[in-house]
């Protein structure tokens, strides 16, 4: 069954947005002219070129909040919050068996983008976060390939909105 023509799997606000868009794979991903059934023709974007999918079937699949969560539905699964992350780096024996926590793609989380307690907004940039404490935008954290080495730290928060696909964003699926 797709994935991606399948309610069930979706947010209902995601899946309307989605079939507007006509999506029907992530947004880094491409079939050539000449479609092959056996997926010949599917290429993947990276900021350093394209590739065909066998080339990196073996690496992060960077897409939006929206299409990691329907897949974790998909698994009986969910995605991790921001504090589930920061418990995973703080444990070095869970670190150790968790591949590239921190680079190969921002990680999604499902907490929503909002203020620490005692947050105040600097006067150099009022309005950098504050702007985006809406309620629609997600947390994420470590970083990916072109991130600038400025913003590499643990505890720096990116954010997007869950349906945005073009970021450089993988995920982890957690169960309880």
């Known amino acids: 069954e797709q994935g991606y023509t399948s309610l069930k799997w ?3 606000v995601d899946f309307n947005i989605l079939q507007k868009q006509q999506q029907l794979m992530p947004a880094t991903w491409s079939l050539a002219e000449a479609h092959d059934p056996d997926g010949e023709s599917l290429f993947i974007h990276k900021p350093d070129g394209s590739y065909h999918w066998r080339e990196v079937c073996d690496e992060p699949v960077w ?7 329907a897949y974790a539905k998909s698994r009986n699964c969910r995605i991790m919050t921001e504090p ?8 070095s024996s869970a670190a150790s068996r968790v ?18 307690p005692g947050f105040k907004p600097t006067p150099e940039y009022p309005v950098y976060s504050a702007d985006f404490f809406d309620g ?4 994420m954290k ?4 072109c991130t600038h080495p400025a913003l590499v730290r643990d505890s720096f928060r990116n954010f997007y909105q869950k349906q945005y696909p073009y970021v450089f964003a ?5 169960s309880n």
Do not use: Q
């Open 142 to 145: 470590g970083s990916a390939p």
């Open 99 to 116: 591949e590239d926590l921190r680079g190969l793609g921002w990680e999604w989380t499902s907490s929503e983008f909002a203020p620490f």
């Open 170 to 174: 993988k995920f982890r699926l957690c």
């Open 63 to 69: 897409l939006s909040l929206a299409e990691a969560e």
């Open 10 to 12: 979706w947010d209902p």
């Open 136 to 139: 629609k935008h997600f947390v």
């Open 84 to 91: 589930e992350y920061h418990c995973v780096l703080a444990d």
